[in-house]
T-cell receptor, first 114, second 114 residues
Framework: GEDVEQSLFLSVREGDSSVINCTYT??????LYWYKQEPGAGLQLLTY?????DMKQDQRLTVLLNKKDKHLSLRIADTQTGDSAIYFC??????????????FGRGTSLIVHP | DVKVTQSSRYLVKRTGEKVFLECVQD?????MFWYRQDPGLGLRLIYF???????EKGDIPEGYSVSREKKERFSLILESASTNQTSMYLC?????????????FGQGTRLTVV
């Protein structure tokens, strides 16, 4: 499948901004996604961006997309201890039956310390 | 709310046993997925199904099979469990809306093979 790359760990101080980066390979991806996984739980969609957008903001979250470099980032402003989780970047790859399969990066563990 | 339910949170099985992991979704989604999550490796797709009785191999299907007899249920089968199949297993479902494919996840099953 297509590769989605992201760094494995990020440590920030409470109140600072966190920036999680991701690179993807499928230039035809129409949507790109960020999922959050809290300890002991499955993944939940956090936000997504349509490929014709450069930026999307949703409260403390800002998603930036650079299509030329196939680079996606997630910025969390005023990071709180409750933001500690694993964050997955994802794209959709075409598959059988006209479906699209979510393809995930390895996940970035965000650790927020006081 | 969409609900994806996996039959067990934790399972301990012996090497060589046949293991069934069950997943049920309540939103009439066409697509269902089984992923395996391992530290540092992220989510890897084992199998997916885009319709009843339809299945496609993902990136790591060896040692696994699946069954989808009803739209709401997708089962993952470990034919003869081995210790290298000790992992977190995540089921997801989604309904394609064009190329937008949000995946809804169950809470995961942590399988230990001894």
């Amino acid at each position: 499948g297509e590769d989605v790359e992201q760094s494995l760990f990020l440590s920030v101080r409470e109140g600072d901004s966190s920036v999680i980066n991701c690179t993807y390979t499928d230039s035809s991806s129409t949507y790109l996604y960020w999922y959050k996984q809290e300890p002991g739980a499955g993944l939940q969609l956090l936000t997504y961006i349509f490929s014709n957008m450069d930026m999307k903001q949703d409260q403390r979250l800002t998603v930036l997309l650079n299509k030329k470099d196939k680079h996606l980032s997630l910025r969390i402003a005023d990071t709180q201890t409750g933001d500690s989780a694993i964050y997955f970047c994802a794209e959709s790859a075409p598959a059988s039956g006209g479906s699209y399969i979510p393809t995930f990066g390895r996940g970035t563990s965000l650790i927020v310390h006081p | 709310d969409v609900k994806v339910t996996q039959s067990s949170r934790y399972l301990v099985k012996r090497t060589g046993e046949k293991v069934f992991l069950e997943c049920v979704q309540d939103m009439d989604h066409e697509n269902m997925f089984w992923y395996r999550q391992d530290p540092g490796l992220g989510l890897r797709l084992i199998y997916f199904s885009y319709d009843v009785k339809m299945k496609e191999k993902g990136d790591i299907p060896e040692g696994y099979s699946v069954s989808r007899e009803k739209k709401e249920r997708f089962s993952l089968i470990l034919e003869s469990a081995s210790t290298n199949q000790t992992s977190m297993y995540l089921c997801a479902s989604g309904s394609p809306a064009g190329v937008y494919t949000e995946a809804f996840f169950g809470q995961g099953t942590r399988l230990t093979v001894v």
